[in-house]
T-cell receptor, first 110, second 120 residues
Framework: DQQVKQNSPSLSVQEGRISILNCDYTNSMFDYFLWYKKYPAEGPTFLISISSIKDKNEDGRFTVFLNKSAKHLSLHIVPSQPGDSAVYFCAATDADKLIFGTGTRLQVFP | GAVVSQHPSRVICKSGTSVKIECRSLDFQATTMFWYRQFPKQSLMLMATSNEGSKATYEQGVEKDKFLINHASLTLSTLTVASAHPEDSSFYIC????????????????FGSGTRLTVV
């Protein structure tokens, strides 16, 4: 039972354009949502987070939007850069535990 | 910042042998650590929550007799894959939530660098 889902396994975006990565969840009790970037054979790297009481958080090129009624969040990266190419995971907190989504592979091409 | 050190980074073992993976908190005390497993092109699946001085809490479907977790001190948790088989080949990652950092942007969640286990 996957509580956090990323329905797009991959996304390809041209450099300079906006990348939008989506995430859906089923548990309305999740407190916080986090986005991570991950390369093969490495631990995840934290990008940005949002509390369940907010609907937007911005940090540089990264913005996360939360729609609680739809149980949906998205990560916007603008402008996208080739160095952003990686697998992105959304995650949600369940008490102390982090529940990860299924991941989206982002490829930014020149 | 808070660092979780995971060792080894990769290990190859023969089928039927046991492998131990260590996870250390370097500059903080971790009463709780988490162990994840990631198969290729799949999500990070939480396997168990490791509690210092007590038994680990395993997620549904995870064999506690195969994945032995010991959290004997506030800075060390170990995961032992007992009698490993090729299907146990995976990427294992530990994590901790750093006390006092829950107000930070990452809510204190810190990850090890992972261990690539290959069972041949």
């Amino acid at each position: 039972d996957q509580q956090v889902k990323q329905n797009s396994p991959s996304l390809s975006v041209q450099e300079g354009r906006i990348s939008i990565l989506n995430c859906d969840y089923t548990n309305s009790m999740f407190d916080y949502f986090l986005w991570y970037k991950k390369y093969p054979a490495e631990g995840p790297t934290f990008l940005i987070s949002i509390s369940s009481i907010k609907d937007k958080n911005e940090d540089g090129r990264f913005t996360v939007f939360l729609n609680k009624s739809a149980k949906h969040l998205s990560l916007h990266i603008v402008p996208s850069q080739p160095g952003d190419s990686a697998v992105y995971f959304c995650a949600a907190t369940d008490a102390d535990k982090l529940i990860f989504g299924t991941g989206t592979r982002l490829q930014v091409f020149p | 910042g808070a660092v979780v050190s995971q060792h080894p980074s990769r290990v190859i073992c023969k089928s039927g042998t046991s492998v131990k993976i260590e996870c250390r908190s370097l500059d903080f005390q971790a009463t709780t650590m988490f162990w994840y497993r990631q198969f290729p092109k799949q999500s990070l699946m939480l396997m168990a929550t490791s509690n210092e001085g007590s038994k680990a809490t395993y997620e549904q479907g995870v064999e506690k007799d195969k994945f032995l977790i010991n959290h004997a001190s506030l800075t060390l948790s170990t995961l032992t894959v007992a009698s490993a088989h090729p299907e146990d080949s995976s990427f294992y990652i530990c994590s901790a939530r750093v006390p006092g950092l829950s107000g930070e942007a990452n809510y204190g969640y810190t990850f090890g660098s992972g261990t690539r286990l290959t069972v041949v």
